[in-house]
Each structure stands twice: as structure tokens, then as C-alpha cells.
């Protein structure tokens, strides 16, 4: 006898991920959830991204690591709360992992949420943790040929950060083919270029967010 | 597990013998993988000798100009009714539990 059974095997994760959407929507809080090979410059783009938001913008972070508070205390330097998980060996976070983390902050007392993911292209991509919309990084000191190699994250991500700009004349990152392999798997995916370091680029980076969260929240911002 | 123990307890123990998943090519599981760990997580449980069934599926693009819906590999080109490269992803991230077989004794 065969019984059709039609679940997602991620079923669980889906329901909480729809959870946390509804009360994203409820709280008006507007999330972003930024993916990234280790070392690709998630923490530091938070780092700027926190350093130049207006102390009255209501914003929080919860950022997912195997191991260490490291990235907890370098973001916390900027003033707003600040959640570090960690994993403890899991290569991704879950939904029940920012279930557990959001349960002592108060959802009015944060207009934007971003999580920073564990560093990895591939199992972040599977898992929805309510946000509006996955950001994925890449920087000019990996291949250009990485939204091939991991197409699944391009696919999903609406936006696409290329970080470490300003290394660009110091090696061989085809800029034009990375820019053409991430539209080939995903002809939709926007497309911002920084450097954190010598701080370039961010106001686009910061106008894609604002654009994005007028979008969903509705309310205008700065 | 928890759901084929489900269904077997929903129907008296009934024994399960298969268990059918489908998998997209852009779920980011490799199904050689997703058998040897299903063989693992069975061996020396009541389900030892589950057999599991994968049903692997490509990635589907629907052409925004013309309607066509293709199958194509990972990295896709335009669609090949119209040479549209407007294309949305429409299946291929599947990671489904889409049925499961039970020896038939409630009904003898």
C-alpha cells in the first residue's frame, strides 16, 4: 500500500520561518539574512553598515558563527544590540535557532534585523529563518566564477554584495564575468560593489536597503 | 524517521518497506549521499532493509515572454521557444518526503 505523504522534509523549519515572517510583519521589522564564504566580509560590512545608520534607526543583529563571541563584540562596538549564536559545530542557522535568540528582545524596539549567517554557500540556502530577503556576498579575492560553483545561493539571494573593491588592481577577479555569471543563474539578482575598508560603495548598499525595507514595511525611512 | 513512524503507527504498526523522497538538483543534497546516510541511519533499527526511492529532478525555468517551461541544467540559457532570457526558476530546489509503502495488512 502506498501512501502519499507530500512534506518537506524541511517541513519544521518552514513553519517556524512563516512564524517569525508573520511576526517580522506584525513588529514592522524588516530582515535581511547575509550569506557568505568565511572571509568574505559579512562582519565587516555589518561593521560599516551599523557605523553609518543614524543612532535613532532602530537596528539589531544576531550573527551565527561555530564557535567564538568574536563577531558579537566587533559589531557590538557600534551601540545597538547585538546577538552572537553559536552553533556549535551546525554549518548553518535555523529557524529555531532565531526563534530561541529573538525570545528576550522586543520586536518594537527593532526596525531592522540582520543576521549574518555562518560562513558557507551551500546549507544556508536551504534553510528560511523568515527573512525578507538572503543577501549573498562574494569578494574579488574569491573566483568570479563562484555563482556557478554555487548557484542555489545566487538563485535565492535578491541581492548580491561584491566586497573588497578596492583590491581589485591586486588580483586576477574578473569583475564583468562575475558580474555576468551571477545574472546567467539568476537574471533578477541586483548587484552592489564596496570596500569596507577604504568605505566605498556603501551608500549604494545602504539605498538598496532602504529601497527594499520601504518595500516591505512600507514606512519611510531616513 | 518521524514520519515513516507515523504512518506505520497510524495503521497498526503496519511494516514500511519503502520510503519515496524527491530531490532537486538545487536542494544542495547529492542523492549518492542522501542513500548512504539513509543506509547508516537505518542499520541496526526495525527499519533496517528500508528501501528508499529518489526521485531526482532538474531545475525548471518558465519563460516570461513565451510561457515555455523548460528543464534545464544549473546554469541556464535562454529559453528555447523564443531565445528569451527573462526566465523565472519554477522547480528544482525540491526536498520532498513525497510518499511512503507499507505492507498491506489493514486490508486483508
Sequence with gaps: MRVAVEEKVLSENQRLAMELRQRFLDHNVFCLNLISSPGSGKTSLLERTLEAMAKDTKVAVLTGDIQTENDARRLARAGFPVKQITTGGTCHLDAKMITKALSDWNLDEIDILFIENVGNLVCPSSYDLGEHAKIVLLSVTEGEDKPLKYPGIFLKSELCVINKMDLLPYVPFDLAAARENARKVHPGIDLVEVSCTVRKGLDDWLAWIYRRQQKVVGVPTL | ?108
Design chain 2, 1 to 108: 524517521m518521524d514520519r515513516v513512524k507515523q504512518e506505520s503507527e497510524k495503521r497498526g504498526g503496519a511494516h514500511v518497506t519503502k520510503v519515496g523522497v524527491r530531490v532537486g538538483e538545487l536542494s544542495g543534497v547529492d542523492p549518492d549521499a542522501l542513500s548512504f546516510g539513509f543506509e547508516m541511519l537505518v542499520k541496526d533499527t526495525p527499519f533496517e532493509g528500508l528501501a528508499l526511492e529518489i526521485d531526482f529532478r532538474k531545475r525548471v525555468q518558465r519563460c516570461a515572454t513565451c510561457g515555455r517551461a523548460f528543464e534545464t541544467d544549473m546554469l541556464f540559457g535562454a529559453c528555447p521557444d523564443c531565445g528569451s532570457s527573462d526566465t523565472a526558476c519554477i522547480a528544482g530546489d525540491e526536498l520532498d518526503i513525497a510518499f511512503i509503502e507499507l505492507e498491506d495488512t489493514a486490508c486483508v
